[in-house]
């Protein structure tokens, strides 16, 4: 198994570039489906222990339908199969200029879930032009059990995500613990309140917003992904989805930037525009850009012994 491994902003990346399983050459949704539905063994051991890490995200490079992209992708963590990776987009963009099958410029990628466009400033710097980004309900309330009523959109970046501005517990880097506690728990409630997105969308991504830490940042994120690992950037779903709200708030105009810092310290520059697309969703629509840096850690082979008991990932079981 051929793989690039990068981290974007402290986030780990893992590029597939040879020996994925076969998943025909139909839509990209439906190779992701069929990924999911039945190679789960595959994309889970190549990004969880001993073989990858719990933060980390696997993107399967595959053949694009439409010509213009430069290549296909598929992302998974540990959980699912998910739809769109903001992350995971600039490390495939740095993998593929490390491979030399792209170089300064701008270029299409193929997701599941649509069409983004990489632009490679240098090759560690991209830009993501995402797919257009909305929110879905504003201000809705849930009872969480231990923490109390905590208020937060409903919106979508590439993946389904519920945003607490006013974050019950401090978004500081020393509170890892218990932030990932009170997301799952938010999410916990989410679930037992039937609470979905657009289309019954499943909202499986949290973020929790306090003040910024430094002078250039907005706003301090955490974020709680589908497998209970935090993003140690600050996602690039998330951020097109936090764009859509304060779009939609008239609190940041189309073209102007902010920087939105991660848990750890690091960050994304983002911005965006009104899209021109029609959209499936009665709510007006945002084309977001996310500039971050990811740079290359290693190229290997992994090896997968038949006989390795824990070659399909560990699996703690109560």
């Known amino acids: 198994m051929l793989i690039v491994d990068s981290h974007t902003e402290g986030e780990p990346t893992r590029v597939i570039l040879e020996g994925g399983p076969d998943l025909g050459s139909g839509p990209l949704s439906e190779r992701a489906a069929c990924l999911e539905r039945e190679h789960k063994d595959f994309y889970r051991s190549m ?9 980390m995200v696997g993107v399967l490079l595959v053949e ?11 992302y998974f963590d540990a959980a699912a ?5 903001g992350h995971g987009t600039i490390g495939v963009a740095a993998t593929l200029a490390y491979i030399g099958k792209i170089g ?12 983004v466009e990489v632009t490679l400033s240098d090759k560690n710097t991209v830009t ?10 504003k201000s809705i309330t849930v009872d969480v059990e231990g923490i109390g009523k905590v208020t937060g959109d409903i919106a979508y970046g590439g993946n389904w995500f519920f945003l607490v501005d006013d974050s019950p517990t401090p978004v500081l880097p020393n509170n890892i613990r218990s932030l990932t506690e009170t997301g799952i728990a938010i999410r916990e409630a989410i679930y037992a309140q039937n609470i979905t997105g657009d289309n019954s969308g499943i909202i499986d991504h949290i973020v929790l917003y306090g003040p910024a830490l430094t002078q250039k940042g907005h706003t301090r994120n955490f974020v709680l992904c589908p497998d209970d690992a935090y993003d140690r950037s600050p996602c690039g779903t998330a951020s097109s989805a936090r764009l859509a709200c304060l779009a939609a708030d008239n609190l940041l105009s189309a073209g102007d930037e902010i920087y939105q810092e991660s848990t750890i310290g690091s960050g994304y520059t983002l911005s965006y525009q009104m899209s021109t697309n029609p959209s499936s969703s009665s709510k007006a629509s945002i084309v977001p850009s996310i500039t971050g840096q990811a740079f290359i850690t290693r190229e290997a082979t992994l090896i997968f012994n038949p006989s390795d008991p824990l070659k399909n990932g560990v699996v703690l079981e109560a």
Not at 64 to 74: A, F, H
Not at 81 to 85: A, E, F, H, L
């Open 47 to 55: 990004v969880v222990e001993p073989y990858g890490q719990e933060a």
């Open 64 to 74: 694009p339908v439409d010509p213009e992209c430069v290549t296909g992708v598929i």
């Open 81 to 85: 199969v998910i739809g769109m990776c």
């Open 104 to 115: 300064i410029g701008s270029y299409k990628i193929e997701t599941p879930v649509g069409i």
């Open 128 to 137: 993501v032009k995402n797919i257009d980004s909305y929110r879905f309900q």
